[in-house]
Nanobody, 117 residues
Framework: QVHLAESGGGLVQRGGSLRLSCAAS????????MGWYRQAPGKQRELVAG???????NYADSVKGRFTISRDNAKNTVLMQMDSLDPEDTAVYYC???????????WGNGTLVTVSS
């Protein structure tokens, strides 16, 4: 079993910054994709950013240039630096780990990010 421990959400004003962290523990292979999704009230969950084991990243168009995802493979940790936050970024952010080799997919419990105007 894999556990994802998220931290870093909170309340910030427009233009501010937050950093989300997700630490994975348990039985994890070396071929994984880790990332962050978000779900705003009344909307579907959407991919925000992802990073593969080799370091390649992808971002939703809405966050490109503002958010930066990174990972520490040795610690199975993924970070997401969020800058220039906008009220449209308000959502519950979920950490995701997709273990390609073991064919397992895991979710964190979510952390709330609120951006005030």
């Amino acid at each position: 079993q894999v556990h994802l421990a998220e931290s870093g959400g909170g309340l910030v004003q427009r233009g501010g910054s937050l950093r989300l962290s997700c630490a994975a523990s348990g039985s994890i292979s070396r071929v994984v994709v880790m990332g962050w999704y978000r779900q705003a009230p009344g909307k579907q969950r959407e991919l925000v950013a992802g990073i593969v084991s080799g370091g390649r990243t992808n971002y939703a168009d809405s966050v490109k240039g503002r958010f930066t995802i990174s990972r520490d493979n040795a610690k199975n940790t993924v970070l997401m630096q969020m800058d220039s936050l906008d009220p449209e970024d308000t959502a519950v952010y979920y950490c995701n780990l997709n273990d390609i080799f073991l064919h397992n997919n895991y979710w964190g419990n979510g952390t709330l990010v609120t951006v005030s105007s």
